[in-house]
Structure formats: structure tokens, C-alpha cells
């Protein structure tokens, strides 16, 4: 489990750059084709059952893009820190720090995105505005439902 004040994973996903506060990630680990997926909406983690969820898909990004992910990330319910949910993604590039005044409040993107997201970063390295991922629980049962 990762842990630290304002660091954030850096990951892509379709055309999305994207950030998660480490605090929420249980692990990070490489796709595998999974055996033990119970259904499209749930998977079988370390003999615990964890909502399943292809972030790609839950972000609208264009099917004829999409290709098999490479990583995915174990989510923690923040309340419990227990694993709540995996998720399937492009690439995990890197952690960042981040500091409070680095961030731009971000709402009003697309009312099917805006629950996923909360703030904006523009990283300089990259030329990219990168989003973070609002709190687990905000989005991730409404696109379990939703798939």
C-alpha cells in the first residue's frame, strides 16, 4: 500500500491524462487475463471480490482506440482501507508531488465526466493537463451499475 502527502500516480488512459492521490491505491500491478473474473462487473483479487471497472470505457473514450490495458490499479475504500475496486488502464507513467496551489478546481467538463473528476493539474513536463480522479466512492459504483 502507498502512502505520502501529496503525491499523486500519474496514468493514462485513451487520450486522458490522468492522476490519483496514492493514498487510495492498494496496488499497482500489470493486466493479466483473469481466470477468476466472476463477471463483467467483478473480479476475484487475492481470494477477495472486487468491482471490476475498465476505466477507458467508463470515460467514453472511442472503442476503436482501445486496446488491451497494462496495468491496473487496486482502489481503497477510504473509510475502510480495505480493496474495493480494480481498475483497468493504459499506462501508469510515474508519482508526482503536488502542492495545494498547483491545483485548478475542475466541474463543468461533461456532465457523464464530471463525477469522476475534482481538480486539474497542468504539468509542465509534459505539456499536458492531467485530471485527478475524485474519491473512490464517488464514481466507481455508479459505473459498476453502468457497464
Same mark, same amino acid.
Given at each position: 500500500?502507498?502512502?505520502?502527502?501529496?503525491?499523486?500516480?500519474k496514468f493514462q488512459c485513451g487520450p486522458y491524462g490522468l492522476l490519483i492521490d496514492i493514498a487510495y491505491i492498494f496496488a499497482i500491478e500489470d493486466y493479466k487475463e483473469n481466470s477468476e473474473k466472476t463477471s463483467s462487473k467483478?473480479?476475484?483479487?487475492?481470494?477477495?471480490?472486487?468491482?471490476?471497472i475498465d476505466l477507458r470505457?467508463?470515460?467514453?473514450v472511442a472503442e476503436s482506440s482501445i486496446k488491451k490495458p497494462q496495468h491496473v490499479l487496486?482502489?481503497?475504500?477510504?473509510?475502510? $482501507?480495505?480493496? /474495493?475496486?480494480?481498475?483497468?488502464? &493504459?499506462e501508469v507513467h510515474n508519482i508526482i508531488e503536488i502542492q495545494e496551489s498547483q491545483w485548478y478546481e475542475l466541474n463543468g467538463i461533461n456532465p457523464?465526466? $464530471?463525477?469522476? /473528476?475534482?481538480?486539474?493539474?497542468? &504539468?509542465?513536463e509534459s505539456n499536458q493537463i492531467f485530471m485527478r480522479l475524485a474519491p473512490v466512492?464517488?464514481?466507481?459504483?455508479?459505473?459498476?451499475?453502468?457497464e
Open positions: 500500500m502507498l502512502t505520502g502527502n501529496n503525491q499523486h500516480l467483478t473480479t476475484s483479487w487475492n481470494n477477495i471480490e472486487l468491482l471490476f470505457y467508463s470515460l467514453y487496486v482502489l481503497k475504500n477510504a473509510t475502510t $482501507d480495505e480493496p /474495493f475496486v480494480m481498475i483497468a488502464v &493504459d457523464q465526466l $464530471d463525477m469522476f /473528476f475534482d481538480r486539474a493539474y497542468p &504539468d509542465n466512492e464517488q464514481w466507481a459504483t455508479h459505473c459498476a451499475e453502468s
